[in-house]
């Protein structure tokens, strides 16, 4: 089993930043491990999106909308994914989900965060 615990969501202004920040678990005497970790956005209304992910070694994808503006970092010691968002636009307001793919002996399994909301005002 993992926990992934976020913190940092809040209500800011156009043109602002928060940091998102997530800390991942894994149950003693479990067997998985902590692969890929990130962040995924849902709106009101719209579909759950991917904004950023880093692997274990901190390499980043992160999606072209928010590229020039968010940053993913990736502490694997700790598995803590961070995402920083600069310049921040009403448009990015949604609840912002943390995810971890976690792989076991004989398999794989995705767990969720339960969410944090960004509010952006214009």
């Known amino acids: 089993q993992v926990q992934l615990v976020e913190s940092g969501g809040g209500l800011v202004q156009a043109g602002g930043s928060l940091r998102l920040s997530c800390v991942g678990s894994v149950t003693s005497g479990s067997d998985a491990s902590i692969n890929v970790m990130g962040w995924y956005r849902q709106a009101p209304g719209k579909q759950r999106e991917q904004v950023a992910t880093?692997?274990?070694?901190?390499?980043?994808n992160v999606a072209d909308s928010v590229k020039d503006r968010f940053t993913i970092s990736r502490d694997n010691g700790k598995n803590t994914v961070t995402l920083q968002m600069n310049s921040l636009e009403p448009e990015d307001t949604a609840v912002y989900y943390c995810k971890a793919d976690a792989h076991y002996t004989f398999g794989s399994y995705n767990y969720w965060g339960q969410g944090t909301q960004v509010t952006v005002s214009s």
């Open positions: 880093a692997t274990t070694s901190g390499l980043p």
